[in-house]
């Protein structure tokens, strides 16, 4: 498994499936076709997630892929940040797709639901079994929300993808971003292969903040009144997470040092998220004017 895989993902694999015997590895989700000298006859199955939670590193995955196969080991694809609708794991011969349709599909935040898919029969009939014996049911209410979700589902993405360049953009210029971390940017690490594979972006990226503003987060995240605090993404609101993803790094060398904000961009009008930001990075700004409050702020760290 990537380190940059969904954290509870992580937590499942190390205190669920491990005690079955289960052994994971994480690896460096830049390795691509490098992921061959990690495997041997022992790996069942090598796990992606393209681009990665939180700091969207894109893997090669057909790279991955090849290598994975010629192992003898099958391939699995959390295929949530892009959706069926900007890349299609099955069509680059991913053998387990599957995404958290509580994000883009149901579009609304409210709703728990998730989906695998596969081409091949006997895996499907073997994941069903496990899905039945495990309890795993979804209620009809949830399926009429999702396929309602899906219903708009592209115009949804369309608008969220929109207004996150243009507020990218804005954040490009302002000096409390240390990075920009999102694929269709030219200088992100994965921009090349995101364009070779993917048909789009997802309106959900992040930033790392200079580290000297960390102690001041908490005021101005709490000076934003449209911007909410929130793990989940995909919805009609705009969302931010704040995280240290270099933590979970074995090699974040790319990664500049600071907090990581997650930004979910929802389906307000741009003008009135970059007003929302531009009031509450007033805070940031005078601080980084005022030598002082910085290293105030530093102490307080
Ligand atoms: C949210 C998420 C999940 C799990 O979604 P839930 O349906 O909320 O459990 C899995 N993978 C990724 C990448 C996610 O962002």
Same mark, same amino acid.
């Given at each position: 498994m990537p380190e940059t895989l969904y954290g509870p993902a992580r937590d499942m694999m190390a205190r669920f499936l491990g005690p079955l015997g289960i052994h994971a590895v994480s690896y460096d989700p830049r390795l691509d076709a490098g992921i061959a000298a990690l495997l041997?006859?022992?790996?069942?199955l090598v796990w992606v997630e393209s681009?990665?939670?939180?700091?969207l590193e894109v893997q090669d995955v057909p790279a991955i892929v090849a290598a994975a196969h010629k192992a003898g080991a099958l391939v699995a694809a959390d295929n949530t940040w892009a959706s069926h609708l900007l890349f299609k794991p099955l069509d680059h011969n991913v053998d387990i797709s599957m995404q958290a349709l509580s994000k883009h599909a149901g579009g609304h935040g409210d709703l728990l639901m998730g989906s695998v898919a596969v081409r091949d029969e006997a895996l499907f009939r073997g994941l069903k079994d496990t899905a039945r014996f495990l309890g795993y049911g979804v209620s009809p209410e949830d399926c009429a929300l999702c396929e309602r979700g899906l219903m708009t589902m592209p115009v949804r993405m369309r608008h969220a993808d929109a207004t996150a360049r243009s507020i990218m953009e804005w954040l490009s210029?302002?000096?409390?971003?240390?990075q920009l971390l999102h694929p269709?940017? !030219?200088?992100? !690490?994965g921009h090349t292969v995101w364009k070779r594979d993917f048909a789009g972006s997802a309106g959900v990226f992040s930033f790392v903040l200079r580290p000297e503003l960390a102690a001041l987060q908490s005021k101005v995240l709490g000076r934003m009144r449209l911007f909410r605090l929130g793990?989940?993404?995909?919805?009609?609101h705009s969302l931010i997470s704040v995280s240290d993803p270099r933590r979970d790094?074995?090699? !974040?060398?790319?990664l500049k040092r600071g907090p990581v904000w997650r930004l979910s961009i929802g389906l307000e009008a741009s003008d009135d998220l970059l007003a929302d930001l531009s009031q509450a990075f007033d805070l940031f700004a005078e601080a980084l004017r005022n030598g002082a409050a910085l290293a105030d702020a530093k102490a307080a760290e």
């Open positions: 041997d006859d022992t790996t069942r681009p990665g939670s939180t700091t210029g302002r000096t409390e971003i240390a269709s940017l !030219p200088d992100h !690490p793990a989940s993404w995909g919805g009609v790094r074995l090699a !974040p060398d790319w």
